[in-house]
């Protein structure tokens, strides 16, 4: 069965500093990994996605992520972060061989203060 | 882009009372549709599978007789939750997927946010 964990819950940063926030994953087979983002009393909102190739993959609102395979990583970055970015990031993985069903890790509230 | 209309985005009813909520791709056809339930501050959780032209399939857990799944065209899947109660009350939120979903992010609706009197 596949998994996703993000261990922190928040994370704030000031305007214009870099944003990470952290997911990592487990699955049997090859993993196909998405970040969203989820503004109050909305649905998620699709940001990127690694299936194969490279292992930056470039997103929406000028966000990218870094797919490690040897540490089963997945790492959502915006080298400047802006106030509006302030969101629910939620990490998550579709394993193939169960379905393709996809399962989210437990979200990170990101905060980024003027 | 490909969008996903939910309607309605807010219900307020009594207890005991059935409520539907309706779920649109609207600029693609949607052979797979996922409906989810998440709790305040806490992760989506899957309740079901909807496919067009066939039954759900729910996960374990969920009752498919509170939470009738039916999904009759390419374009619309609908929930109903039969004689809703408070503890049914939560944030509801469908996604779909066209053609080849498996390396296809899953789109979402706006959700719906249900209060159980």
């Known amino acids: 069965a596949q998994s996703v964990a993000q261990p922190e819950d928040q994370v704030n940063v000031a305007e214009g500093n870099p944003l990470t926030v952290k997911c990592t994953y487990s699955?049997?087979?090859?993993?196909?990994l998405f970040w969203y983002v989820q503004y109050p009393n909305r649905g998620l909102q699709f940001l990127l996605k690694y299936i194969t190739g490279d292992n930056l993959v470039k997103g929406s609102y000028g966000f990218e992520a870094e797919f490690n395979k040897s540490q089963t990583s997945f790492h959502l970055k915006k080298p400047s972060a802006l106030v509006s970015d302030s969101a629910l990031y939620f990490c998550a993985v579709r394993d193939l061989s169960n379905d393709y069903k996809l399962s989210f890790g437990a979200g990170t509230t990101v905060t980024v203060r003027a | 882009g490909a969008v996903v209309s939910q309607h309605p985005s807010r219900v307020i009813c009594k207890s005991g009372t059935s409520v539907k909520i309706e779920c649109r791709s609207l600029?693609?056809?949607?052979?797979?549709m996922f409906w989810y339930r998440q709790f305040p501050k806490q992760s989506l959780m899957l309740m079901a599978t909807s496919n067009e032209g066939s039954k759900a399939t729910y996960e374990q857990g969920v009752e498919k007789d509170k939470f009738l799944i039916n999904h009759a065209s390419l374009t619309l899947s609908t929930l109903t939750v039969t004689s809703a109660h408070p503890e049914d009350s939560s944030f509801y939120i469908c996604?779909?997927?066209?053609?080849?979903?498996?390396?296809?992010?899953?789109?979402f609706g706006d959700g719906t946010r249900l209060s159980i009197l």
């Open positions: 699955v049997s087979g090859n993993p196909y």
């Open positions: 600029d693609f056809q949607a052979t797979t």
């Open positions: 996604s779909a997927s066209d053609r080849d979903y498996s390396n296809q992010p899953q789109h």
